[in-house]
């Protein structure tokens, strides 16, 4: 994984460029910053809601001089996020963390939620140097898949596989189920994920069992956002600095919290 281009990287005023609803519940904000249109795919801004608060979000596209991310209404500072409009002050810092490697060959991206975000953005870069493409995506219902359209763009239609827990959509099951036998199936060179972490944890299982190599980004929660306050740790690691974006090798050493609890607000240990 490369590492980060943080170095001095203060807070700028900024203003929402454009809006545009991705799903009931999933909006994505195109945002003028100067500094984020150089991230990479992996990478994740820390995003200043006047008066509410400050959160982490991954970069999910850098084009047109734009940063965008895509952003799901969960609680305090996402839901008023979700009720401000083009042309509202926001303020960014970042880019931060790390970033996925750049594969070759046949590559699988697995995404559940709103971790298909950051792993369109990759499958964007990687398109024209990969020589398969593959990805499943998952959701809990048809109206909460994302960017399906999108990633018929960079994947070709048989290389897709989409699930619903419902089955409302595609294969009626969890994203990860129909991975194992994809995986016994077909050769891949590299394994991208990026989603809710109890997922996370079961495709790094499948992956160990055929020992397969795999990145990750992890989320925990975040202060600082440049390796100061501890917030985000796991394992060793702090996710802000030393990830977001963990190898194989680096997942193998968390794995007794990977899933299972991380820092809540007040320091205490919480299940995930
Ligand atoms: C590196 C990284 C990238 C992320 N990328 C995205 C993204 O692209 N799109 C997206 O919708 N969400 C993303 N998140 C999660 C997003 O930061 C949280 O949903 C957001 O901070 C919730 O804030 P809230 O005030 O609305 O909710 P709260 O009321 O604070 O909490 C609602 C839920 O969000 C979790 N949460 C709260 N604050 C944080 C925090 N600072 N960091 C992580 N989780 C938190 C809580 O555990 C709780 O489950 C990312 C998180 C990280 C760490
Ligand atoms: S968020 Fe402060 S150390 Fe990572």
Known sequence: MSTSLTAVNPIRTSEIVQI????PTVKTFIISDRLCTKAKPGQFLMLWIPGIDEIPLSIMDTSNGLVSV???????????????????TIGVRGP??????????KVLLISGGTGTAPLLFLAKQLSAKTERLSFVEG???????LFTRELRGVCSEKNIITT???????????????????????????????GPEVMVKKVF??????????????????????????SCMIGKYRVCRDGPVFNAAQLREVKDELGISKIGFDGSR???
């Open 20 to 23: 545009r609803p991705e799903s």
């Open 70 to 88: 895509s952003v799901k209404a969960v609680g305090d500072a996402t839901r008023h996020l979700h009720n401000m409009e083009a042309g509202a």
């Open 96 to 105: 931060f963390g790390n970033s996925f490697t750049e594969s070759r060959g």
């Open 139 to 145: 959701a809990k219902t048809k109206d909460e898949l």
């Open 164 to 194: 619903t827990n419902d089955g409302t959509y595609g294969l009626q099951c969890l994203v990860t189920e129909p991975l194992g036998k994809l995986l016994d199936k077909e050769k891949f060179d590299m394994i991208y994920t990026c």
């Open 205 to 230: 299982e499948l992956t160990e069992q055929r020992k397969l190599p795999l990145e990750a980004s992890l989320e925990r929660l975040m202060r600082c956002g440049i390796g100061l306050c501890g």
């Open 270 to 272: 919480i299940p995930v």
